[in-house]
């Protein structure tokens, strides 16, 4: 069974940081991409970073080129999104996904993905 787990949302300033943290469990080796995306009240959801674990080939959507950055820690299994210069409009329940498989471009997508974490809630105060 898969599962998703995500961690390390919360409450920033404007201008901080946080690192959010996807645990995997339950796929084939390293043979998936993860994706994180995020979901503002009244908004629609947004692909945010991606990776394909096993060639470890981020990809970014251009709104967070430069302040977020998608990283892999096969070892155990966990990919993690770095969130830096953060603004009131970061605010957001951000979602990690996963799909099985191997890709040499990970799936930016959210219908592309078969698994979602339950989401964590990341304020940003002004």
């Known amino acids: 069974e898969v599962q998703l787990v995500e961690s390390g949302g919360g409450l920033v300033q404007a201008g901080g940081s946080l690192r959010l943290s996807c645990a995997a469990s339950?796929?084939?080796?390293?043979?998936?991409?993860v994706g994180w995306f995020r979901q503002a009240p009244g908004k629609e959801r947004e692909g945010l970073s991606f990776i394909s674990v096993i060639h470890i080939k981020p990809k970014n959507a251009d709104s967070v080129k430069g302040r977020f950055t998608i990283s892999t820690d096969n070892a155990k299994n966990t990919v993690y999104l770095q969130m830096n210069s953060l603004a009131p409009e970061d605010t957001a329940v951000y979602y990690c996904?996963?799909?099985?498989?191997?890709?040499?471009?990970?799936?930016?997508?959210?219908?592309?993905?078969?698994?979602w974490g339950q989401g964590t809630q990341v304020t940003v105060s002004s």
């Open positions: 339950g796929f084939a080796a390293d043979e998936y991409a």
């Open positions: 996904a996963a799909k099985s498989g191997i890709f040499l471009r990970p799936p930016s997508r959210d219908y592309e993905y078969d698994y």
